[in-house]
């Protein structure tokens, strides 16, 4: 389900326990996936914010996104894994964070990130002066899956001048 700010405070009042994840997921991949599903393990219902677009431009350069925010936000929405995404904020904070208020709105039980998120010890601060806990997940690639990325898919097009 798409959400919006105005729309955290009842998404508290509902759950018995909440976890946040957040990214670009900008050329949605089976990484992603995997991510998804494991946040989904340990929060109940999983709250995710997508970076928007002039944020991501900001943090990955002038190319970037591929796909727009809207685009973005309609696929995860559909995922199994994810019961309420939305846009974050349009600028990043120190430590890559762009869902400061969102976080401040939602109280979630968990912030959910990958062991190589930008900005850990940032949003360890973060978590402590809001009283979240966080979990960082080993970012990890079933067998017999390869480990992909974004940055990988696109390289890979480039070079192959589709």
Known sequence: MIISQKDLRNIRK??????????????????????LNQAKKISGALVVGIGRDKAIKQLKGGNRPIN?????????????????????????????????NILKK???????????????????????ELNIEIRILKRTVPSPMKA????????KIRRKKI
Do not use: Q, W
Not at 148 to 155: A, G, K, L, R
């Open 68 to 100: 727009p925010e809207k685009n973005r936000l309609y696929l995860l929405s559909c995922l199994k894994s994810v019961d309420y995404a939305m846009l974050n904020e349009e600028k990043y904070l120190k430590g890559n964070i762009d869902f400061y």
């Open 106 to 128: 939602l109280r979630p039980d968990f912030l959910v990130l990958n062991s190589d998120s930008g900005g850990i010890e940032e949003k360890k601060r973060l978590c402590k």
């Open 148 to 155: 992909i990325s974004s940055t990988y898919i696109i390289e």
């Open 14 to 35: 509902k759950h018995k326990k909440i976890g946040f994840a957040s990214g670009c997921f900008d050329m949605f991949h089976s990484g992603h996936a995997v991510f």
